[in-house]
């Protein structure tokens, strides 16, 4: 059984609030990239709110912050990436925040605090979105310890949600 949600359209401001926030956020204007009117709705299911654009769930709401869901392929090749090994693969996908030493490369450019996707060495699939914990120098330079945060994963309630949806 699924989760259960609320789910509506957005009203224009509070459409055109949203991607003001994913713009500043990301860098990244939904409008350039969907590149056409489409209508914004909201589903809150409790542990976290997740809009839809154009009926694709793209972004979600969780404590306050907006990232991208992990099904958002246009923000996926424009966002910096952390590639780790296949054996931090499953740690990842059970919640766990990004080690270094996991770590295989860093792709594009990102800063603390940056959005990025954490994406597997074999395949390069997107396995967990996460909000840096240092520059891209600083994670390069670092030996061990945590270099990403962990917000939505591969598995978890969110990606089911999304699944439901």
Not at 131 to 142: I, K
């Amino acid at each position: 059984m699924g989760e259960k949600f609320r789910r509506y359209f957005l009203k224009d401001k509070d459409a055109r609030l949203l991607l003001e926030e994913v713009s500043g956020r990301f860098g990244l204007g939904l409008g350039e990239v969907l590149g056409r009117r489409v209508g914004f709705e909201r589903v809150e299911a409790g542990f976290v709110d997740v809009f839809l654009v154009g009926g694709r769930p793209l972004v979600f709401r969780i404590d306050g912050a907006v990232f991208p869901t992990l099904v958002f392929d246009e923000f996926f090749a424009r966002a910096g990436r952390v590639v780790v090994d296949m054996g931090a693969v499953p740690f990842v996908c059970k919640g766990a925040d990004v080690m270094r030493p996991g770590v295989v490369r860093f792709e594009g450019e990102f800063g603390k605090g940056d959005v990025v996707f954490v994406v597997d060495v074999r395949y390069g699939k997107a396995l967990a979105v996460g909000e840096a914990l240092l520059d891209r120098a600083g994670a390069e330079g670092a030996k061990k310890g945590a270099v990403v945060r962990n917000v939505h994963f591969v598995g978890d309630r969110l990606w089911g949600l999304i699944k439901q949806l």
